[in-house]
């Protein structure tokens, strides 16, 4: 194994990643199209702050012990 970093294009081309993606039904589209939409999240979503801004927010708060 190299220690190189592989483009999603080269992954997805990658002989084992197709026989695994194959085994699972699983699109190259469908991999494209999530990542994606993970990448850029819907301006309706709500986004939440991470949890470490949250227990620190509660703790400050005293709403949690």
């Not at 190189?4 to 190259?28: F, K």
């Not at 709500?46 to 620190?56: F, S």
């Amino acid at each position: 194994m190299n220690d190189t970093i592989n483009t999603l294009e080269e992954l997805l081309g990658d002989p084992m990643i197709q026989l695994v993606m194959a085994r699972d039904r699983v699109r190259p589209e469908e991999v494209r199209m999530l990542l994606e939409r993970v990448r850029r999240p819907s301006l309706d979503e709500t986004r939440l702050p991470p949890p470490h801004v949250i227990a620190r927010t509660c703790q400050k708060l005293w709403l949690c012990s």
